[in-house]
């Protein structure tokens, strides 16, 4: 597989997270310590590209099976996670019901984060972000997730 960006996986950092598993038991509790989540809206196209197409093929891994990789100085992880998507309700119409991520329900997902040190999270200052965008990032993750418990 031919990436656009420079990705060289550290295969000998592979390792398995036995806590995770399918469906909401085995859901992950959060990033893997050290990782954090990656906001879609700050990586070029290519590079989404290439996360998909890395997640592709990592997607046959077992629950858990976390994948080091780099691209320049960037760290990330690739871990197989149980991932939730909501079902449409039964009376959208069918341009509605597109609009919905598949498969819905639980299922076999990728989930890939970048490393802290490699986002400078904990110095903020140093690429832009004020103390409340990071408060704000949270509240979000947060919504987020209680959006998907109440809606089980």
């Given amino acids: 597989m031919t990436y656009t960006s420079e990705i060289i996986i550290d295969s000998a950092l592979t390792k398995v997270d036995s806590s995770i598993g399918p469906g909401p038991m085995g859901a992950a509790k959060g990033p893997p310590t050290g990782y954090a989540f990656i906001k879609m809206k700050d990586i070029s196209l290519e590079l989404k590209q290439d996360f998909y197409n890395l997640a592709s093929k990592l997607l046959s891994g077992k629950y858990g099976t976390m994948t080091f990789f780099h691209i320049k100085d960037s760290k990330y992880v ?51 972000y004020s103390r409340s965008d990071s408060r704000a990032a949270i509240i979000k993750r947060i919504r987020e997730i209680l959006y998907l418990i109440s809606y089980k």
């Fill in 78 to 128: 690739a871990r197989v996670e149980a991932h939730y998507h909501n079902e449409p309700p039964a009376h959208a119409t069918i341009q509605e019901k597109n609009k919905y991520p598949k498969p819905w329900g639980w299922h076999k997902g990728v989930t890939i984060y970048q490393s802290i040190d490699s986002k400078k999270i904990l110095n903020s200052d140093s690429i832009g």
